[in-house]
């Protein structure tokens, strides 16, 4: 892995920022609409604040990661004003995936003021912004390119699904009742079964065909990296496990404690997420397959 100048930092922040914001306003919209009927109306509100505000993050981080990259390509700040290195940095797929990403987060923002948001858009919109990602990455130098394309973006989708929920369901627990939690985190963890299963296959079959030799998980720098983001899934997964099989149960029988635990563990399962998608903006910035 090649020394990291601070504009390379800058580029992996905004990159890890933009994931989070745009993950997390995309699954957090389809949980209010997968959701509906389940969540308390104050609950719904301050749920809806929530991804108002990562709608707007997710654009600010979007215009700060060109902007970064275009300063990380000139070596110096001048290349946050270059035009020229910020339009070549568009043509590439940078451009059709903030184009997408737009078109995403404004469907959200739409369904975000709206009531009772038509369902069709607002998971059209999620769909869209989660999966904007496909455009750019490594998948794109690989042979058949529009498989792996195809590949990444269901990885995306369930990223989506998955960590988006994350933080209705924190705020559910702390201002609803138990049994209340319980109905949330069923209705949530039934579909995440399959969810999962489907973001597993995908993500395992992306880094298989990338690596090709299992033995660059320890010799270059993106196989450390590779299983740094496992061992972290690997967390949340046994987290999201236990809330399922331990901690739902509880609720259903209106333990308060267990509701404050499952509020606690989904705490933890954001800060993990956040780790692993930190993780992923240093893959795709910093080094790639085969590299050092």
Request: charge should be positive; aromatic fraction near 6%; charged fraction near 10%.
């Amino acid at each position: 892995m090649t020394a990291v100048g601070p504009w390379d930092a800058a580029v992996v922040i905004a990159k890890a920022v933009t994931y989070a914001a745009t993950l997390g306003a995309a699954g957090g919209v389809a949980f209010l609409v997968y959701g509906d009927g389940v969540i308390p109306p104050d609950c719904k509100r301050r749920i809806r604040w929530v991804q108002g505000a990562l709608l707007v993050v997710a654009l600010v981080a979007s215009v700060a990661k060109i902007l970064a990259m275009s300063a990380s390509m000139a070596g110096d700040a001048s290349g946050l004003f270059d035009t020229a290195l910020t339009g070549m940095i568009l043509q590439t797929g940078e451009g059709p995936a903030v184009l997408a990403r737009l078109c995403g987060l404004t469907l959200l923002g739409a369904a975000i003021i709206a009531h009772r948001p038509p369902a069709t858009a607002a998971l059209l919109g999620a769909l869209l912004a989660a999966t904007s990602f496909a455009w750019v990455g490594h998948v794109h130098a690989l042979g058949r390119p529009w498989l792996w394309t195809a590949v990444l973006a269901v990885h995306l989708a369930g990223v989506g699904f998955w960590l988006g929920a994350l933080m209705p369901l924190w705020l559910i627990a702390r201002r609803a009742d138990s049994a209340v939690t319980a109905v949330a985190a069923a209705r949530f963890g039934g579909a995440a079964v399959v969810i999962v299963g489907i973001l597993a296959v995908a993500g395992v079959s992306l880094l298989c065909v990338l690596l090709q030799n299992p033995a660059e998980l320890r010799s270059s720098g993106y196989g450390r990296l590779a299983l740094s983001k496992i061992a972290s899934v690997a967390l949340l997964l046994a987290l999201a496990a236990l809330n399922r099989l331990r901690f739902t149960p509880r609720m259903r029988a209106r333990d308060a404690s267990a509701a404050q635990a499952f509020g606690r563990s989904v705490l933890v399962e954001i800060v993990l997420a956040l780790i692993i998608l930190s993780i992923t903006a240093a893959m795709t910035t910093l080094t790639g397959p085969g590299g050092d």
